[in-house]
């Protein structure tokens, strides 16, 4: 089974605080993703990533960035964490472009920015 | 962009078969259909996927038109952990940016 995990479940940060969401899959995957979801609005897409080192911004890239140094890595970043970042974040991970696509989600966290 | 439309919520009884529709009027040729499932506090999870006519796997069917402006997924004999969120999705898979979740439909299954 395809497995992607996220480093924390929930998570409690201050207004300000630069964040790190890391997220791990095992599977050798080439795509990599980052979704927020609040309630009313589903899934949003942040950014993603089709290849080591290299990027693209979703639909709501404004106050993150990401960092892909491993295949098997995809960071999120909150340079400056605000209130209004308070969401669930959800890491996916999918084969390679080309081929029918399923993502794998991560459990997701719940992060609480104060 | 393919934008998908669904209902809000459905209600459920045991045992029944329960059809969520999902209108996509603007697909374009080279966009799948892919069907993902949500429990509370967790990721969705891939359902089923098709491009046209029917498919079926051992959790759900997938009923796709000819026209390929809405899709249908079915589930039959619903139980109470059928109750979740259910996003219908339409793109070619690596144009990410055009992979939108929307709201979903939440389906309640009752005893």
């Known amino acids: 089974d395809v497995k992607v995990t996220q480093s924390s479940r929930y998570l409690v940060k201050r207004t300000g605080e630069k964040v790190f969401l890391e997220c791990v899959q095992d599977?050798?995957?080439?795509?990599m993703f980052w979704y927020r979801q609040d309630p009313g609005l589903g899934l949003r897409l942040i950014y993603f990533?089709?290849?080591?080192?290299?990027?693209e911004k979703g639909d709501i890239p404004e106050g993150y960035s990401v960092s892909r140094e491993k295949k098997e890595r995809f960071s999120l970043i909150l340079e400056s964490a605000s209130t209004n970042q308070t969401s669930m974040y959800l890491c996916?991970?999918?084969?390679?472009?080309?081929?029918?696509?399923?993502?794998?989600f991560g459990p997701g966290t719940r992060l609480l920015v104060l | 962009l393919a934008k998908t439309t669904q209902p809000i919520s459905m209600d459920s009884y045991e045992g029944q078969e329960v059809n969520i529709t999902c209108s996509h009027n603007?697909?374009?040729?080279?966009?799948?259909i892919t069907w993902y499932q949500q429990f509370p506090s967790q990721g969705p999870r891939f359902i089923i996927q098709?491009?046209?006519t029917k498919v079926t796997n051992e959790v759900a069917s997938l009923f796709i038109p000819a026209d390929r402006k809405s899709s249908t997924l079915s589930l039959p004999r619903v139980s109470l952990s059928d109750t979740a969120v259910y996003y219908c999705?339409?793109?070619?898979?690596?144009?990410?940016?055009?992979?939108?979740f929307g709201t979903g439909t939440r389906l309640q299954v009752f005893p």
């Open positions: 599977m050798d995957h080439e795509n």
């Open positions: 098709g491009y046209k």
């Open positions: 603007n697909i374009a040729t080279n966009d799948y």
């Open positions: 999705l339409v793109g070619v898979p690596y144009n990410t940016d055009k992979l939108i």
């Open positions: 996916a991970s999918s084969m390679e472009p080309g081929q029918q696509e399923t993502q794998y």
């Open positions: 990533s089709y290849d080591v080192k290299m990027k």
